[in-house]
T-cell receptor, first 113, second 110 residues
Framework: NAGVTQTPKFRVLKTGQSMTLLCAQD?????MYWYRQDPGMGLRLIHY???????AKGEVPDGYNVSRLKKQNFLLGLESAAPSQTSVYFC????????????FGDGTRLSIL | RKEVEQDPGPFNVPEGATVAFNCTYS??????FFWYRQDCRKEPKLLMSVYSSGNEDGRFTAQLNRASQYISLLIRDSKLSDSATYLC???????????FGTGTRLKVLA
């Protein structure tokens, strides 16, 4: 039971570099989410998707882009990484929104130097 | 005022103790409630959903008080393995988003 899988697990980037974080779920969930978690703060929603081909902005979308070309995958892109984007990133999915819980991947620890 | 508020703790309790956490929410249109557990530097894991009538799962009991807009989590007979951060999550139909509290840290001491 893979559930929600995130790759990579760790990454160190230099300021200005780009990268893509991949989230894959095998539960046939419609909804997928990207969060970031910083010390002393709750999880903050970056972007989310309510289905294949659709995405929407969350609470802190600036500096990030996303794509959901396939139902099972949700990609988070950093076009030009900044030190302020150093964080732990969690992907989550849910069968429906609100009626059921979210299931989380084990996170990507990203450091921007 | 934050949409979801929790006492950050830490709550330091001895093994075998009973401990309770509260979480308050500001949006009266909130419709779904959850407790998650998060171990240091790991992903949040669902502990239990919170139902209107209250619900129990082993040593864990969750309650919802809509009138006062809070949910609670009671842990009986605390184990060392219960040491973690407990996150309160609220879903509001108005925003269609899950809102996370910043978590309450629990340390169970031998």
């Amino acid at each position: 039971n893979a559930g929600v899988t995130q790759t990579p697990k760790f990454r160190v980037l230099k300021t200005g570099q780009s990268m893509t974080l991949l989230c894959a779920q095998d539960m046939n969930h419609e909804y997928m989410y990207w969060y970031r978690q910083d010390p002393g703060m709750g999880l903050r929603l970056i972007h989310y998707s309510v289905g294949e081909g659709t995405t929407a902005k969350g609470e802190v979308p600036d500096g990030y882009n996303v794509s959901r070309l396939k139902k099972q995958n949700f990609l988070l892109g950093l076009e030009s990484a900044a030190p302020s984007q150093t964080s732990v990133y969690f992907c989550a999915s849910s069968y429906s929104t609100g009626k059921g819980p979210q299931h989380f991947g084990d996170g990507t620890r990203l450091s921007i130097l | 005022r934050k949409e979801v508020e929790q006492d950050p703790g830490p709550f330091n309790v001895p093994e075998g103790a009973t401990v309770a956490f509260n979480c308050t929410y500001s949006n009266s249109a909130s419709q779904s409630f959850f407790w998650y557990r998060q171990d240091c530097r790991k992903e949040p894991k669902l502990l239990m959903s919170v139902y209107s009538s209250g619900n129990e799962d082993g040593r864990f009991t969750a309650q919802l008080n809509r009138a006062s807009q809070y949910i609670s989590l009671l842990i009986r007979d605390s184990k060392l393995s219960d040491s973690a951060t407990y996150l309160c999550v609220v879903f509001s139909s108005g925003t269609y988003k899950y809102i996370f509290g910043t978590g309450t840290r629990l340390k169970v001491l031998a």
